[in-house]
């Protein structure tokens, strides 16, 4: 054989390598927009990428979620119809084992839940009609030296400091200490998803020791209500703080901002990775009323990932957090990883410097959605120096493989702290 025959051979290799990647490129991005264009009961776009693609239907998102459990969840019919026309599977399992048929009882979706049945659609799962009659087993079944007695817990006086879906978290008193107790409520202390979620999020909070992470004191496991108890911080949250002072001084933004890097560096440490997915200033809490001190909190939405290599990217579920601080990449439906978190403190110094939450003339909801398109907000603050600039913009940069670790955050900040303290501890550099 020729040495040409030979190079033109190799070519073709090389070419069809591309053309395979190219192929599995564009796989991965038809997978996400089926399942977006799903929860947007976009069904032209649904029917669209099936007569493109039908092997689409069967789409699974991290959570082994399908375009069908999408639909029926939010009660789409005529998207639900048109997958179920290109063979969907109305009897898929998520990761949950919850069929399409269990989202929409959960969701009481009635239409939907007449719909499917009448294509044999059954019910498994946290809503469904199949589980077996058992108690739920406690979610962490040997009991602990952190399990708490709830008699421990004294609530007389007991203020609520927030809200959810799931219960509230409550100031009261354990052996003589104020705490900050997670109470889920008892009409859902027998909900298996609620269950899995709490029993995931204790899980992740007895194995952190880190002074800038919340510090886990113990929980009810083995009683009704379930109850998370962690360290009671008087200083509130960050959003709170900034809502009443407005844009900081360059000086308390930063070292609020190491502190911030320095929990979600611990939580990122290989090979156990904890993606926060929520990373927000309602989720950074004051230490004390000195402001002195910042601790990471909140973590019911945290993924624990056994790392592979430092390139690992997940396909996780979507709109997982609070859209104004959320990267583009979940907001797509998109694979992401760690590195989401680094957007989302891009946002949160943007929001120090400025006093102001990013794109604050947007709904969240907007917010997210101009993001996810290619916008960023606009720096207007004097306490922008070409250096932190330069770290925000390339935090929330749009290919997350752009943005910084946050050990690399660290070093810069921990830079940009050192030439102010040379700079006679004045901050004439912010003003330039």
């Not at 029917?47 to 493109?52: F, G, I, S, T, V």
């Not at 308390?252 to 890097?261: G, V």
């Amino acid at each position: 054989m020729s040495s040409e025959a030979s190079d033109s051979s190799g070519g073709g290799c090389a070419f069809t390598a591309d053309k395979d990647k190219q192929k599995e490129k564009a796989r991965v991005s038809r997978t996400s927009l089926i399942l977006w264009h799903a929860h947007h009961n976009d069904v032209a776009a649904v029917r669209k990428l099936l007569e493109e693609d039908q092997s689409l239907v069967h789409a699974r998102d991290y959570d082994n979620r399908t375009p069908l459990h999408v639909a029926s969840l939010h009660g789409w019919i005529d998207v639900a119809k048109c997958l179920i026309e290109y063979g969907a599977d109305v009897n898929a399992q998520d990761r949950w084992k919850n069929t399409p048929l269990a989202d929409a009882e959960g969701a009481k979706k009635h239409k939907m839940i007449e719909l499917l049945k009448s294509y044999g659609g059954l019910s498994y799962g946290h809503n469904g009609s199949h589980f077996e009659t058992k108690p739920v087993p406690p979610p962490l079944p040997s009991k602990r030296d952190w399990e708490i007695e709830p008699s421990e817990l004294d609530f007389t006086n007991s203020l609520t400091i927030g809200k959810g879906s799931f219960g509230e978290i409550l100031k009261a008193h354990w052996r003589g200490t104020q705490v900050a107790v997670k109470r889920i409520r008892s009409s859902l202390s027998g909900d298996r998803m609620v269950i899995q979620d709490f029993r995931h999020e204790v899980d992740l909070l007895v194995k952190f020791h880190h002074p800038n992470i919340v510090q886990f004191l113990g929980a009810v496991t083995e009683k009704k209500p379930l109850m998370l108890i962690t360290e009671y911080l008087r200083g509130g949250d960050l959003h709170q703080y900034l809502k009443e002072k407005g844009a900081l001084s360059p000086t308390t933004a930063i070292n609020f901002a190491l502190d911030i890097a320095r929990g979600m560096a611990y939580l990122h440490n290989e090979p156990n990775v904890i993606v926060h997915r929520d990373l927000k200033p309602r989720n950074v809490l004051l230490v004390n009323s000195s402001a002195d001190h910042l601790k990471v909190g909140d973590f019911g939405l945290s993924k624990l990932i056994k790392v592979q290599n430092s390139h690992d990217v997940y396909k996780m579920t979507g709109e997982t957090g609070s859209y104004r601080y959320m990267a583009p990449e979940v907001f797509r439906h998109r694979r992401y990883d760690k590195k989401v978190d680094v957007f989302s403190f891009a946002m949160i110094l943007y929001e120090m410097l400025e006093g102001d939450p990013p794109l604050s003339n947007y709904e969240p909801y907007e917010a997210a959605k101009y993001v996810a398109e290619g916008h960023r907000p606009l720096f207007h603050g004097k306490g922008h120096t070409p250096e932190l600039k330069e770290l925000i913009e390339q935090c929330w940069s749009h290919d997350m493989n752009q943005r910084p670790s946050f050990l690399d955050i660290l070093k810069r900040l921990e830079k940009v702290k050192e030439k102010a303290l040379q700079a006679d501890h004045h901050w004439n550099i912010f003003n330039a």
